[in-house]
């Protein structure tokens, strides 16, 4: 993928993480940033689990989207504890 796409996929993925785990989105940069390491954490879970949601844009997007969520997630779990 490009740069491009990254950061367009990341900027996608972490607004819906956003929105899924708090109801608003947490600004363009995080997002971005969100989005993507969503998208390495996503690949590493879908890669363990041997599945793989098609290629693609939208493909990338599910996984990046699924990946931030979980990020998400562990973050408000270290922040309880």
């Known amino acids: 993928m490009g740069f491009i796409t990254w950061i367009v996929v ?4 972490g ?3 956003g929105k899924v785990m708090k109801g608003g ?3 363009v940069l995080v997002d971005i940033i969100l ?3 969503g998208g390495v954490v ?3 879970v879908f890669g363990l689990l041997g599945i793989w949601p098609g290629g ?3 493909g990338s997007i599910i ?3 699924i990946g931030a969520v979980i990020l998400v997630w562990i973050t408000r779990l270290l922040k309880k504890a």
């Open 10 to 13: 990341g900027l996608i993925a």
């Open 15 to 17: 607004w819906l993480a």
């Open 25 to 27: 989105g947490y600004g």
């Open 35 to 37: 989005g993507i390491l």
């Open 42 to 44: 996503g690949g590493w």
């Open 56 to 58: 693609g844009l939208i």
């Open 63 to 65: 996984v990046a989207f």
